[in-house]
């Protein structure tokens, strides 16, 4: 029996021959692979606003947003817990049309087709991200750890279970599923299976240290970790993922978000760990 803990399914080509494991029926039910919400268009995260909404309403919401926020910092401060402060604004994209085509020619990347709505825009000079209707924020690191390589229910499934946006994975985490894809699909023979992921895999919350005791900042883009547990991690292969993602960050630029079934782009910051 192949051994996986001898192979990293991203860093090199490998052949898998498919056949039937002892966790697709040791570990979880038999293969129901994703769950419902995969399926269905996506509802608007926390932080969103809908198109018909007046100016005076969204001021309110911001308003109400803003003493949420400095409540929970204000309990989190009482309770001896770290302080979450606000994120430092977006770098400077450094992203150029000739970095998105080298994608392209490493396979990582869908070509262009269709002028009128392209698969992807590279910033002109934007401060912040700002996507047009349609679109959302990605980053070279994610193509280049595997993006394009989930099935596509499969990628839907993360940000919505987690409540969370692509941009607030990072590429590490982005790693982590392609890897687990690879691992059922070449090695158990299965399709992505939901349950097995959720018995295997964690969250995690990342926050910039500050250099002041129980200070810390938030982060605009990679707040939310995907991490084997712990206590499991015998269970799994051993992966030897990126141990820096030097400035990862600033090489954002907008993909076409097809049929709508990744959380769109709304400014979202991600100030605690998912729940799940």
């Known amino acids: ?31 129901l692979t994703l ?12 932080g969103s606003k809908s198109t018909g909404e007046k100016k005076g309403e969204g001021r309110g919401r911001e308003r109400e947003r803003e003493i949420y926020r400095r409540s929970s910092i204000l309990h989190r401060a009482m309770a001896g817990g770290p302080v979450i402060l606000l994120a430092d604004p977006w770098d400077p994209c450094d992203v150029s049309v000739e ?15 269709n002028p009128d ?35 596509v229910r499969f990628r839907w499934a993360l940000p919505q279970y987690y409540g969370v946006e692509l941009l607030n994975f990072n590429p590490n985490s982005i790693a982590q599923a392609a890897i687990f894809v690879a691992v059922c699909e070449g090695y158990l023979g299965i399709a992505p299976h939901w349950e097995l992921w959720l ?42 993922l990126a141990s820096t993602n030097h400035r990862w960050y600033t090489s954002w630029f907008y993909l076409s978000n097809d049929d709508g079934g990744i959380p769109p782009y709304t400014r979202w910051i991600m100030e605690n760990c998912p729940e799940k």
């Open 117 to 151: 709505r392209p698969e992807w825009i590279a910033p002109s000079g934007e401060p912040e991200p700002r996507p047009r209707e349609g679109y959302i924020v990605s980053f070279m690191s994610f193509h280049e750890r595997g993006l394009g390589l989930p099935a």
């Open 1 to 31: 029996m192949p051994d996986l803990r001898e192979t990293s399914p991203i860093s090199s080509p490998v052949h898998f021959v498919p056949f039937q494991h002892k966790y697709t029926t040791s570990l979880a039910p038999p293969p």
């Open 199 to 240: 018995h295997l895999f964690r969250t995690g919350h990342t926050t910039k240290p500050m250099g002041t005791m129980g200070m810390r900042k938030a982060m605009r883009a990679g707040g939310c970790t995907l991490q084997v547990h712990q206590d499991r991690q015998h269970l799994y292969i051993l992966a030897q």
């Open 35 to 46: 769950p419902a919400f995969a399926f269905a268009a996506p509802e608007p995260l926390l």
């Open 99 to 113: 970095m998105l085509r080298s994608l392209i020619d490493d396979g990582l990347l869908r070509p262009i087709t």
